[in-house]
T-cell receptor, first 115, second 111 residues
Framework: NAGVMQNPRHLVRRRGQEARLRCSPM?????VYWYRQLPEEGLKFMVY????????ESGMPKERFSAEFPKEGPSILRIQQVVRGDSAAYFC?????????????FGQGTRLTVV | KQEVTQIPAALSVPEGENLVLNCSFT??????LQWFRQDPGKGLTSLLL?????REQTSGRLNASLDKSSGRSTLYIAASQPGDSATYLC??????????FGKGTSLLVTP
């Protein structure tokens, strides 16, 4: 059973471009979470998605950021018109259930660099 | 708003020593607390998950304790090895899903 797969592992974008980060959850997992780790900072929760639904996006910046988890295919975190401050490591986690006893498994992250 | 603090920020010990990593959190109404390991440029590996009703969890040379009333958790590593060198992250969950992470303790175990 493959773990949580994120791609690309590294992404370089120029200011103003769009960044698309992909996350394929573990087999059988229908709950996906995105976190951002800024340099010298701890991981911060961004968004919680189930298939075709956004459950909690309280950690998402209000502008330029969006996330989806379609019925088929990976979850996508999309950043429009990237700025240097978006440079960070973005981690995806998945879980089988949503209750508090369920452990979430993390991917290896996508490291976004905005130049 | 939950704030998670980890002390020390960095720690260097010789191989074979037992060590304790500390984590404190401001909101004691947590569902669970997790300890993770993060290797440079890599993802997070879950080490131990402690539910709010539990006091401790053990896995091999690792033991994590939880004291909700004081807002503290400790990760005890016995007989440290160079392969234990990594950043250790503590994360508390108040919602049952979203994790609030500390900044981590960077551990170096020297041969």
């Amino acid at each position: 059973n493959a773990g949580v797969m994120q791609n690309p592992r590294h992404l370089v974008r120029r200011r103003g471009q769009e960044a698309r980060l992909r996350c394929s959850p573990m087999k059988g997992h229908s709950h996906v979470y995105w976190y951002r780790q800024l340099p010298e900072e701890g991981l911060k929760f961004m968004v919680y998605l189930q298939k075709e639904n956004i459950i909690d996006e309280s950690g998402m910046p209000k502008e330029r950021f969006s996330a989806e988890f379609p019925k088929e295919g990976p979850s996508i975190l999309r950043i429009q018109q990237v700025v240097r401050g978006d440079s960070a490591a973005y981690f995806c986690a998945s879980a089988r259930f949503s209750d508090r006893d369920t452990e979430a498994f993390f991917g290896q992250g996508t490291r976004l660099t905005v130049v | 708003k939950q704030e998670v603090t980890q002390i020390p920020a960095a720690l260097s010990v010789p191989e074979g020593e037992n060590l304790v990593l500390n984590c404190s959190f401001t909101d004691s109404a947590i569902y669970n607390l997790q300890w993770f390991r993060q290797d440079p440029g890599k993802g997070l590996t879950s080490l131990l998950l402690i539910q709010s009703s539990q006091r401790e969890q053990t896995s091999g040379r690792l033991n994590a304790s939880l004291d909700k009333s004081s807002g503290r958790s400790t990760l005890y590593i016995a007989a440290s090895q160079p392969g234990d060198s990594a950043t250790y992250l503590c994360a508390a969950s108040n919602s049952g899903y979203a994790l609030n992470f500390g900044k981590g303790t960077s551990l170096l175990v020297t041969p």
